[in-house]
């Protein structure tokens, strides 16, 4: 293996450890119903880029791959997060959104089960 093929795996194994952690913080404001805004998406990557372990486990030039350039700015409101068509996200973003659009799925098939009709066998005559 090269260097290259080293540098590789270790971005790869913090890019795994940071959607875990990013995963575990949104999910605590999914449960809670609040909407994912640019501020709360600005906190999660602000804590999660914090994450003393994160931080523990990685090399200091990995862990630099992971911070938004300071060019790549987005609004710090309390309106809903939207980027339309844009891909281009910070990994602590994407993984944000795509926790909130799987909290979302999962929400609406729960809903959609409990409206379901439910069949309840009625009890059989004895006789």
Sequence with gaps: MTEQ???????????????????????????????LTWRLLHAIEAEALADLGFAS????????????P???SYPETDDP???GISNALPAAFAFAVAAYEE?????????????GARFVPSPSPRG
């Design 5 to 35: 093929d080293f540098a590789a795996l270790r971005y790869q194994a913090a890019a795994r450890d940071l959607e875990h952690i990013v995963r575990n913080i949104a999910a605590r404001y999914i449960v809670q119903g609040v909407p």
């Design 57 to 68: 486990r990685h090399e200091t030039f990995v862990l630099d791959l992971f911070k938004r």
């Design 70 to 72: 300071q060019d790549m």
């Design 81 to 83: 997060a939207t980027f």
């Design 103 to 115: 909290g979302e799925r999962n929400a609406s098939s729960s809903r959609n089960e409990s409206r």
